[in-house]
């Protein structure tokens, strides 16, 4: 336990003096502080091993392939969109961005992911260094805008300035220093926070820093610029014109004020790398999709595409992406200021919700459909991943609920017509997830799209966007809530056995409340091209990958599994044996 485990490491074996204690009064033995403590005694590397071995066996090994997909063999992680306030993709279930690759279990893991059949292959393509490469343009710094044109070994070169020497005098060591210091700064790193990373002293790290900002001028003016910058607008912006808002950036608080002057460092940088990677995926999924080709981009890891690449096709598919990747950089628009349109109570109106399952009203439905101009949808599946039916909704306090027993080949067909008509604008609150149901229906949204759950990210990173949280703020409205009908707990009602007037209440109120939220949030004219030149082209890139999935060998994993359980016993044995010497 981790309170045994204090004891041995503070009373028996005295690693440190004065060590850290929790709120509960016992010792802390976290990563962190193991970490400062590996070259202290062997114990604490092989404590450090041993839970790293069981968090990738639990984490990876064994969970994988509980997640792979019956229906194709495959996995498929969600992405999104509206989490990450960088402005960055996340995954989850699973998280297929977290696999470590620095050490050698960890490459292990990669390895059970394998091409689709024996005439696919996996083909990997990220950016070499871009967050240095964006820090170093909007630096104008010239000495590191010529490395990186001429090709030259960044952190040698950085070396070389820092330690005054030739670039063919620079060790291992020196690089190492220069790699901590270039990274570093990019998170506001201090010289503490560099004495700690390269276990050095303080007044060797402040020494370092201060040689780096003498060298590379330019970027120190960056830093001090975009602070400033911060301070007056409240809020930093990519090279898209994305936002990060800091809203303690002018906090009495020291603490709170630094952290917030750090991330205004950092946030222009880490957003500028997710916008241009997100633009690469649109132009390469738009390419693949035209040249009509048989491989597929299945996987975004932060700087990282990985595509599933049919062994023909990759003379033509390795230099056209390298190619898109490199020219995805977007262009900046002047601002325009909008007025934020009032709120309306919709608690006083009356709703006229229906439950369509007779054919009539249904060839009445589509009838109406037909005659407009932006036609709002939500699908959801049930706790086995089957589709309940969806909800439409094309004007203002009226929707149609149509259960999945009512979809009829003939209704299906005529729906589709509509849907993937490119006059209509199609309106959804998290509309991924309205679409990847909507495949398992054989029915197909197509753009033009409008999703407000994108369009209030793009807005405000940093808040909810839940549709309750959006429809109190600009409708003044409380949505139905799931536990109403649902319950809780052990009671919980399953989604497949909810009722139908249920389903229709829920969905209904949520496609009417989207609809009306399409005309509520302000985009500026900046923002704007961010939500439709890059968020909006990236929904069909990701619905698309989470629907094709990457294939994942399990008998690799099996084998992992054993290897991490026989390396966890050998490091706990290990650690038994120390603690007892």
Not at 133 to 141: L, P, Q, Y
Not at 182 to 203: D, H, I, T
Not at 503 to 511: G, H, I, Q, R, S
Request: proline share 4%; with cysteine; glycine share 4%.
């Amino acid at each position: 336990s981790p309170k045994q485990l204090g004891e041995v490491l503070f009373d028996k074996l005295k690693l440190v003096e004065k060590p850290k204690k929790t709120k509960t009064g016992q010792y802390a033995t976290g990563e962190e502080i193991l970490v400062k403590l590996a070259d202290e005694h062997e114990i604490v590397q092989n404590i450090l091993d041993f839970r790293v071995y069981q968090k990738l066996k639990s984490t990876y090994v064994d969970a994988l392939p509980l997640m792979i997909s019956k229906r194709d063999g495959r996995i498929h992680s969600t992405f999104s969109q509206a989490v990450a306030a960088t402005g960055r993709l996340s995954s989850n279930n699973p998280n297929l961005q977290n696999i470590p690759i620095r050490t050698e279990k960890g490459r292990e893991i990669r390895k059970a992911f394998v091409a689709r059949d024996k005439n696919h292959l996996l083909m990997s393509a990220d950016y070499s260094q871009i967050e240095l490469r964006i820090a170093a343009s909007f630096a104008k710094d010239q000495d590191m805008i010529a490395a990186f044109k001429e090709g030259r070994d960044i952190h040698a070169t950085t070396a070389s300035k820092v330690f005054k020497l030739p670039l063919e005098e620079v060790d291992a060591n020196m690089r190492r220093k220069a790699k901590a210091v270039n990274f570093g700064l990019l998170y506001g790193m201090s010289a503490f926070g560099l004495s700690e990373r390269l276990k050095v002293p303080r007044s060797e790290a402040k020494e370092i820093m201060e040689a780096y900002f003498e060298e590379f001028s330019a970027v120190k003016a960056y830093m001090d610029r975009i602070i400033k910058q911060a301070h007056e607008d409240g809020y930093v912006e990519t090279i898209t014109g994305r936002r990060r808002y800091l809203r303690d950036i002018n906090s009495r608080n020291h603490t709170l004020r630094s952290y917030a002057e750090r991330n205004a460092i950092n946030a222009p940088i880490q957003g500028s790398a997710a916008d241009i990677i997100k633009v690469a995926m649109i132009k390469i999924e738009d390419w693949i999709r035209a040249e009509k080709l048989r491989s597929r981009m299945v996987l975004q890891v932060h700087d990282e595409l990985v595509f599933d690449v049919h062994q023909e096709e990759l003379d033509l598919l390795k230099p056209q992406v390298e190619t898109l990747m490199k020219e995805a950089l977007p262009l900046e628009a002047p601002e325009e200021v909008v007025e934020t349109p009032s709120k309306e109570n919709l608690q006083l109106v009356t709703r006229d919700y229906h439950l369509l399952q007779d054919e009539d009203l249904l060839q009445s439905l589509i009838n109406h459909l037909k005659l407009q101009d932006t036609i709002c949808a939500q699908a959801i599946n049930d706790e086995n991943g089957t589709a309940l039916g969806i909800a439409l909704c094309y004007c203002k306090h009226q929707a149609y609920f149509v259960p999945k027993e009512s979809l009829s080949e003939t209704f299906c067909q005529e729906l589709n017509q509509v849907l993937q008509d490119p006059e209509k604008t199609k309106v959804g609150h998290d509309l991924k997830a309205t679409l990847l149901v909507l495949k398992s229906l054989g029915l197909e949204l197509k753009p033009p799209y409008y999703d407000t759950l994108i369009a209030h990210y793009v807005l405000d990173p940093e808040t909810s966007h839940s549709l309750r949280v959006l429809s109190d703020v600009y409708l003044n409205y409380e949505p139905i809530e799931e536990e109403s009908f649902l319950g809780s707990g052990r009671n919980k009602t399953p989604w497949s056995k909810v009722p139908l007037v249920s389903l229709k209440d829920y969905l209904c109120e949520a496609v009417d409340l989207t609809y009306q939220l399409m005309s509520q949030i302000p985009l500026e004219e900046k923002l704007k091209e961010v939500y439709e030149e890059i968020e909006i082209p990236l929904l069909g890139v990701l619905t698309s990958m989470e629907y094709e999935g990457i294939r994942v060998d399990p008998a690799v994993l099996a084998d992992l599994s054993t290897d991490l359980e026989q390396e966890s016993l050998r490091a706990q044995e290990e650690v038994f044996r120390l603690a007892d010497e």
